[in-house]
T-cell receptor, first 116, second 114 residues
């Protein structure tokens, strides 16, 4: 596709439920990032994939959060036992993956998660 | 803890004026600096990147970087109402391994009044 796509655009769930958020990066991009943005805050890094492997998962807040990218393209962010504090916009970004800090990250439209 | 600081605003300027947005960062090892624009309810969109000290101009936008002062700024000339958005400063620091994550400030809300 032309840009990063994310589904669903909105997700409402109940406390304690399990959710999956999907990200489809720009074709040819080997690097993929997940960020979380709370109201009034900048995006906060969660996890970075280079290909199929998680190169840096230092931003995942706890073990309820997990992400996979089994074929090096689409990624799924999984949240178990959701809590109200997990409510935020989850942003996915991708880049070419040339392992350079100058590389531009392109963001998707985000998934707005609301935990009731 | 790497930090990126921005004035949250709101910054209000009249149409046609120069808007000046500022950002400071704590990590001296930071190498790359980005300004993203985010309209309400939308995702961040890259508008400028800068990697070396000095000024970089692109149309109405000028990014300025001073690594000694750990300061980066964005100037918007001839501000238009369509520039009204939140401007996010982001820093990319490689601190060993494969660390290419962006650290963002909270953003500055800019309002351009017609």
């Amino acid at each position: 596709g032309a840009g990063v796509s994310q589904t669903p655009s909105n997700k409402v769930t109940e406390k304690g439920k399990y959710v999956e958020l999907r990200c489809d990066p720009i074709s040819g991009h080997t690097a993929l990032y997940w960020y979380r943005q709370s109201l009034g805050q900048g995006p906060e890094f969660l996890i970075y994939f280079q290909g199929t492997g998680a190169a840096d998962d230092s931003g995942l807040p706890n073990d309820r959060f997990f992400a996979v990218r089994p074929e090096g393209s689409v990624s799924t962010l999984k949240i178990q036992r959701t809590e109200r504090g997990d409510s935020a916009v989850y942003l996915c970004a991708s880049s070419f993956g040339i392992r350079d800090t100058q590389e531009t990250q392109y963001f998707g439209p985000g998934t707005r998660l609301l935990v009731l | 803890q790497k930090e990126v600081e921005q004035n949250s605003g709101p910054l209000s300027v009249p149409e046609g004026a120069i808007a000046s947005l500022n950002c400071t960062y704590s990590d001296r090892g930071s190498q790359s600096f980005f300004w993203y624009r985010q309209y309400s309810g939308k995702s961040p969109e890259l508008i400028m990147s800068i990697y070396s000290n000095g000024d970089k101009e692109d149309g109405r936008f000028t990014a300025q970087l001073n690594k000694a002062s750990q300061y980066v700024s964005l100037l918007i000339r001839d501000s238009q109402p369509s520039d009204s958005a939140t401007y996010l400063c982001a820093v990319n620091s490689r601190s060993g391994g494969s660390n290419y994550k962006l650290t963002f400030g909270k953003g500055t809300l800019l309002t351009v009044n017609p």
